[in-house]
């Protein structure tokens, strides 16, 4: 049976960042493209009052939304706004007050991280959590004890299926597509396995800096910021057992699996780097070592994938933004021809941002006498990014209750067991040139089994 619909949508963090950059833009997409129509209550710490929100708003759709009046009233018209210390009963009173009739709630806790158990505990005394769904940011917690505790206590107020954890990657149209074309197609599953996939790699470039968010990173860092979440979900997506069952939960289940068999990093599997200037960004500590880059070397302790290699690697500053994936196939077993077949030729690409395309490189042979090739890419798919913002499909989903496309407990707690043993200071930081991809130190990490595929730069249209 689906679930009721929430019946009202609080957010936390109003006068934030994200809620500037992406809730706003995502809550005028459910009005416009859903129909969503329920009261929608700012919650922030600002001394602002319901016009000052409504005026941050509008200036937030004129630069992220796009325009649509009509729409852009309709939202204004819904928003209500509690002002107030998140450790004062009197701001969860007032919250209560303004809830009115709601029996269905959903929070969204777009603060930070240290402030989640502070609200959530704040929200079940005013009596605001009752039949409540939760949306929660990431970072969940700050390691695996950290995640732990959290959930722990997130779970004396909320059952299990009303709590969100956000993964925007999830929200992402092209991260879903991997899981649609492998299981769409009987024709991948035979190859997906250690007997035919030589290696894997998966890049998340960005080639910007930290920007504004220096005192954020400066305690997070590329392995917490991108890596222990979004990177570990596209694994998942690319590597996991296909669903069984008419079950809802079977997809999650799959990727808990999936995530339960890769094998904890250690030290050796494991480089980081931090770009020539970071130490300048206002916020980051003198003498920092965390890292804004990090390449790692991953197995997957499976039958179906004992054995083969996986890199992973997430940095700032690098030459270009894309995030993809390449599949390599193995080489054939012998040289028939006349020629060396390149490890690089058969192959899937999946790239997930910013533009989106799927590609099958395949050896194939050139016109005349001689018995030799040259390596091709078939697009399978290729277009501009999708639409519908992450954060409007994901905030949709939590509203009428589906979980799919959110963390779980048990999948959070099977990310950090990946990553625990490398975090923090367990390894060198090594400076890398802005503009460049990271430190020479990634190019022996991936060694024989290189090299590294570097995504190419945006094409102009799709930008
Ligand atoms: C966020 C990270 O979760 O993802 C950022 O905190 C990163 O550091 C961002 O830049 C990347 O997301 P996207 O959707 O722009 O690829």
């Not at 916020?283 to 499976?302: C, D, H, N, Q, Y």
Request: negative net charge.
């Amino acid at each position: 049976m689906a679930a009721a619909p929430s019946d009202a949508l609080v957010f936390f963090g109003a006068t934030g960042d994200l809620a500037y950059k992406q809730i706003f833009p995502s809550l005028l997409g459910l009005v416009r493209e859903e129909g969503l129509n329920v009261p929608i209550i700012g919650v922030a710490k600002a001394g602002w009052n319901l016009d000052q929100l409504k005026a941050r708003a509008t200036d937030s759709l004129q630069h992220h939304g796009g325009s649509d009046p009509k729409a852009i009233q309709q939202l204004l018209g819904l928003l209500r706004y509690v002002d107030g210390d998140y450790g004062d009963e009197s701001t969860f009173t007032a919250l209560r007050q303004q809830l009115g009739q709601a029996k269905r709630p959903l929070h969204y806790l777009a603060v930070p991280p240290s402030l989640f158990a502070t609200v959530a505990q704040a929200l079940a005394k005013s009596g605001c959590a009752d039949g409540a769904r939760l949306v929660i940011e990431k970072p969940f917690g700050h390691d695996r004890a950290t995640a732990r505790t959290l959930s722990r206590l997130l779970s004396q107020y909320f059952p299990e299926e009303n709590i969100f954890r956000i993964d925007h990657y999830l929200g992402k149209e092209p991260v879903q597509n991997i899981v649609y074309t492998r299981f769409a197609n009987s024709m991948f599953e035979p190859l997906w396995n250690r007997d035919h996939v030589s290696s894997i790699q998966i890049t998340m470039a960005e080639d910007f800096g930290v920007q504004d968010r220096g005192r954020f990173y400066d305690e997070t860092g590329a392995l917490r910021d991108v890596v222990q979440n979004h990177m570990l979900q596209v694994l998942a997506q690319l590597t996991m057992d296909p669903p069984t069952g008419e079950e809802h939960e079977a997809l999650r289940d799959q990727k808990s699996a999936l995530l339960k068999a890769v094998r904890p990093l250690e030290l050796s599997d494991m480089v980081r780097g931090q770009y020539v200037g970071y130490q300048s960004v206002p916020g980051v500590r003198a003498g920092s070592t965390v890292e804004t880059f990090v390449a790692l070397k991953l197995f997957i302790e499976s039958w179906r994938w004992a054995g083969v290699p996986i890199y992973i690697r997430a940095g700032k500053m690098l030459p270009v933004t894309a995030t993809e994936i390449m599949v390599r196939f193995k080489r054939p077993p012998r040289e028939t021809f006349d020629e060396l077949v390149p490890v690089s030729s058969g192959h899937v690409r999946m790239r997930i941002s910013p533009d989106v395309s799927i590609g099958m490189g395949v050896r194939v042979k050139l016109p005349g006498e001689r018995m030799v090739g040259e390596d091709v890419e078939m697009l399978l798919t290729e277009h501009a990014p999708n639409l519908m913002p992450p954060y409007q499909r994901l905030l949709g989903d939590a509203m009428r209750g589906l979980g799919e496309l959110f963390g779980r407990d048990d999948i959070v707690d099977a990310q950090w067991r990946i990553v625990e043993p490398v975090l923090d200071d367990s390894t060198p930081v090594y400076p890398y040139e802005p503009g460049t991809w990271g430190p020479d130190e990634a190019q022996a990490l991936i060694g024989s089994d290189g090299p590294w595929h570097n995504p190419n730069p945006a094409a102009e249209t799709a930008a």
